[in-house]
């Protein structure tokens, strides 16, 4: 069987982190055995993790200089945990087939050990296990450029091969921005800005295709050299997947999980010192985790400058 | 000043928290596991109805060597195959050459045998079917329990040879007959029996340790 996928899938959905070639291999043949629809449920919570890592650390202040140039260029980590109910998923019986009882199955985050399913009839089903993942985190590069009319540009950006021919190439873009809405009204106390940002990442063209927005809204106000702030936002993020076995082509997979959308909030801390910005939040969205990460540049500050000493 | 001072010190120690965690979060670590893994094989069995002869056999095989190499290539570790089963039974119409479109099977039926044995079970059976709508299909077959016991003491002995480093080639034959309507008029289709099973066993896992 030729059937290049599932792994592929996990693994960039972790984000390249290590896993073995021959892992590749197997998920990919696990996965024959699942109807579309426990495909699904076997990788839900890939989009828990996905939206919840991706759509983390993004806006980290609510200041955003009228004028003046800034650019900075950091790391940000992001990592979110899986809820017990994340580790199992109940199979759909796929047409023809009626099992004895209903019966929790691991999804692709969930216990190792795989579950056979009995069935009317005599049939059975064999369900494979999971990773036994905790959490998910991954780190991208983030760079902003401002600012000119209270906006700036946010953009994220990796492209790189992954070496294994099977694997092919990996892009992830990230772009977007944030608008000051304080300067609007100078009677707030605090910095306020609105924000968008896409995210967009490809795996082999269409082998496994992520796409997130996220709409935010960003308090913060500077104390000294740190800034605490606080965001709440609107997450969605779509996952498809596609691959086709040239022996087979009516097995081809072509998976469209559901759109998932939720609110997403945001406690942090920024302190900056000089060229170097420090940061460290909370977030609970698709879920809840944390985010570190720091960036290196200069930060426009007229504005915020003025504001502090009125 | 003393809070500024402060608080570049926490700055500074986040940083070595960031910089020197156990767990770097841009290097994940990784653990091995032992994870179930389940792979989908199947023999499929062809019938040409033609004519008015509408009993039609047919034989595929299972070849335990080209199946133990499948596994390998899976990385599934074939010593670690402890179960192989029937998932589902299916069928469906691969050519229709008859200028109508009425043509129906009624009470079809299929029993599977092993050429090596003299014991044969039905599969399923009392089936009727119009014909043409199944072209280009597969549908699920309402399955007997003892077709399903008959061909899984198959698969029983297909998972011994595989463990035992076997190359043995299982030949599966299955015996379709039924009644094609109407009669008296040249019956011209091709059509397959599919038997998906399931090949459950482990396998060695490196994976990011979040």
Sequence with gaps: MNRPIVLRLILSGLLLAAVSGPAVAQLNEDLLGLSDENLKGYLDPLQVGLSGTLNSAVFRSGFVPQTGFEFTVGVAAMAVGFSSGDRTYRPVDPEGFTSLEPTDVPTVVGDPAGVIVLGEGGLARGYPGGFDLEGFEIAVPQASLGCVLGTRVLVRYIALNLGDADLGE????????????????????VDLAVGAFYQDFKISDDLLHVQSMQLNLTGSRQIGILQPYVGVGYDTLTLDAHAEDEDHPEDAIDVNLD??????????LMARLSILGIFGEYNAGAGAGFALGFDLGTIGGANHANRDAS | MRIATLARLGVYLALLVVLQGAKCPTIPTTKNLKMTVVTQQYVELTFAARGSINTHSDTDTIDVAQLRQDLEDAGVDVESVDSVFVASVLYGVTAYNEAATDREIVDGTVTVSRPDQAS?????????????????????APVELGGIAYVNDLLADVLQAIKSGGSEIFLVEADASGVSEPQGRYTNFDWRVRI???????????????
């Design chain 1, 170 to 189: 990996f892009k992830y873009l990230g772009i977007g921005g944030q608008h000051s809405i304080s300067q609007w009204i100078p009677s707030l106390s």
């Design chain 1, 259 to 268: 759109r998932k959308s939720n609110m997403h909030f945001t406690l942090g």
């Design chain 2, 120 to 140: 044969s079970a039905t599969i399923f059976d009392n089936v009727d079917q119009p014909v043409y709508p199944l072209l280009g299909e597969l549908v699920p």
């Design chain 2, 196 to 210: 998906n099973f399931h090949v459950v066993g482990e396998t060695d896992m490196e994976v990011p340790d979040f």
